[in-house]
């Protein structure tokens, strides 16, 4: 009898799941309570997967042998506590995608802050060295749609603490832990602790043959390794003092030493700039190095790496301003190591969905780099509360073109107008794509 596979949520990882599970032969139907967008409808309809949005049919969904939930559906929601009240299987999009990866390998990058950059920059290094592999994951095409209608040998993925929620036996070859900072603790019961765990369950099915690659500078991490039962391979990665595997960085010198392989290159090379950036390439460069890729290859893409869309992304010189477009960054800390980057005087957009941002983790930077504040969110209180007696000049604006403009009137030549939120973008934007878009539309009008 086919097994009955019921996935709630119609997005991204939900329709990919849904294609992967048909093609392997389970009777599959999903459901999402809101509306499904037309170019999914249409792949839904396409492959003849029932599905329905816009209502949860209880019986339907609680007649599933197993069901997969989609990350963005939080554990308090009514159906998925049904579901566990009936002791249905619930797995997330990796876990389906592990069950039919066959032979191909896999690296997961996970983190609260860089895990993007980190995921391209791996991806952009197997592309250069002519390995068979997609990037998936949060980032661009579901991991379970690419193993339906495009597998690879080696999948770079990027990974979320909701999706490692409901892991049960994925296992990553090469796992990447970047750093972890407090964020996303409405979905954790507001306990840090909760969080921390979900993240290092990216490496509790890893085994002897496996690597596990890691910051070894940030103090999370080292407060819970100790704490942990590890069989995996660690291979650490630091900048303040050397270590006999894994990668350091010494004065202006990255060296990378993984099994034979020594890797050494200026930092001056590297195309992404920005002390947390170096974290960033150190963690590639190990992995790229695990997958056995020869150091001239890692050097090349390296150097040649272009940064992602809306991270750090330069948009423009205008007038002696240099605009700069960190749309990803959503929570505090992510600010912070934008602010950390900069070594010109700054006029920082600030603002949106507030996540329970703490920001006296960057009023330091702001007092020594920010010149002025321009606030793009519905409600600024928290921030003018925060900076009000460090910044002399705080402005509020509700949209892109009137923070863009207001920016430029405060700046001077030599100046960086940095938008950089470090917080979520749904009081004005769809998300933080079309916030960082409408932020550069604004600036080109200048």
């Keep these: 009898m086919k097994k009955r596979f019921v996935i709630l949520g119609g997005g991204e990882s939900g329709v990919g799941a849904a294609l992967l599970a048909k093609k392997e032969g389970y009777e599959v139907f999903l459901s999402d309570a809101g509306f499904i967008k037309p170019t999914y409808k249409q792949e839904l309809f396409d492959n003849g997967i029932e599905f329905e949005e816009g209502r949860h049919s209880v019986e339907k969904i609680l007649s599933a042998d197993e069901v997969m939930k989609s990350p963005g559906i939080p554990e308090k929601n009514e159906m998925v506590k049904q579901i566990r009240a009936k002791g249905i299987q619930v797995i997330s999009e990796i876990e389906l995608a592990y069950r039919f990866k066959g032979n191909s390998r896999i690296v997961a990058i996970t983190g609260s802050n860089g895990k993007s950059t980190t995921t391209a920059l791996i991806y952009h290094i197997c592309q250069t060295a002519g390995l068979d592999s997609a990037m998936v994951g949060n980032i661009g095409i579901s991991f379970a749609k690419q193993v339906a209608l495009d597998p690879k040998s080696v999948y770079v993925v990027e990974v979320s603490s ?118 960033n390439t150190m ?49 505090v800390n992510s600010t912070w190591y934008a602010l950390e980057s900069m070594n010109k005087p700054v006029v920082l957009v600030l603002g949106g969905t507030d996540k329970g941002n703490d920001y006296t983790l960057i009023a330091d930077l702001v007092k020594e780099k920010v010149k002025a504040i321009v606030c793009m969110g519905l409600d600024n209180k928290k921030i003018l509360d925060a900076f009000k007696d460090i910044v002399p000049v705080i402005v509020e604006t509700d949209s892109a073109k009137k923070a863009v403009n207001a920016s430029f009137k405060l700046s001077a030549k030599g100046d960086v107008v940095l938008l950089s939120p470090a917080c979520a973008s749904f009081d004005l934007f769809k998300n933080y794509e079309d916030r960082g878009t409408q932020f550069k539309n604004a600036v080109k009008e200048l």
């Design 283 to 331: 963690a590639a460069g190990i992995a790229a190095a695990t997958l056995g890729i020869r150091k001239e290859k890692i050097r090349e893409a390296v150097k040649n790496f272009h940064s992602l869309e809306h991270r750090m992304e330069f948009i423009a010189m205008v007038r002696g301003v240099e605009f700069i477009n960190d749309s990803k960054a959503t929570n």
């Design 162 to 279: 909701f999706q490692l929620d409901d892991i049960k036996e994925f296992r990553a070859d090469v796992s990447v832990l970047l750093n972890i900072t407090e964020d996303h603790l409405d979905r954790y019961e507001y306990r840090f602790e909760n969080y921390i765990n979900s993240k290092f369950r990216i490496i509790e099915n890893q085994t002897k043959n496996d690597f596990f690659i890691y910051c070894e500078d940030d103090e999370v991490i080292m407060h819970k390794l100790p704490l942990l039962t590890i069989y995996t391979n660690p291979l650490p990665f630091s900048m303040k003092h050397e270590v006999k595997k894994g990668g350091y960085i010494k004065g202006d010198q990255m060296m990378l030493r993984i099994q034979e392989e020594r890797v050494s290159m200026s930092i001056y090379d590297f195309a992404l700039k920005g002390k947390h950036n170096n974290y």
